[in-house]
């Protein structure tokens, strides 16, 4: 599903507000996502799951082209973890 697509099945739903009403809302809500791991901070969602940052340490790789060894950096990577409910549902259609 796009967010487009999401937008359209809100709108559906509620169909008191406009289509940029729900747009500006489905917006705020991402950007305050990032923003909030961004700030380094974990973002709980009860029943869908939680968001976080996690550290990967800096490793060795290969150039799979060469395979030269190469130094990889180390970095923060956007983490989501399936809440209970969410896995629920998934698993059992």
Same mark, same amino acid.
């Given at each position: 599903?796009t ?12 169909s ?9 809302m489905?917006?705020?809500? &991402? ?6 791991l961004n ?5 709980e969602?009860?029943? &869908?799951?939680s &968001?976080?940052?996690?550290h990967?340490r800096?490793?060795e790789?290969r ?8 130094s ?5 990577v956007?983490f989501?973890k399936?809440?209970?409910e ?8």
């Amino acid at each position: 599903m796009t967010k487009a697509e999401l937008i359209d099945n809100i709108s559906q739903e509620y169909s008191d507000l406009t289509r940029g009403e729900i747009e500006i809302m489905v917006n705020t809500i &991402f950007q305050s996502i990032k923003e909030a791991l961004n700030s380094g901070e974990k973002i709980e969602i009860r029943g &869908f799951g939680s &968001f976080r940052i996690r550290h990967r340490r800096m490793r060795e790789g290969r150039n799979p082209k060469t395979g030269e060894v190469v130094s990889v950096p180390p970095k923060k990577v956007p983490f989501f973890k399936a809440g209970k409910e969410l896995k629920v549902l998934v698993d059992h259609p």
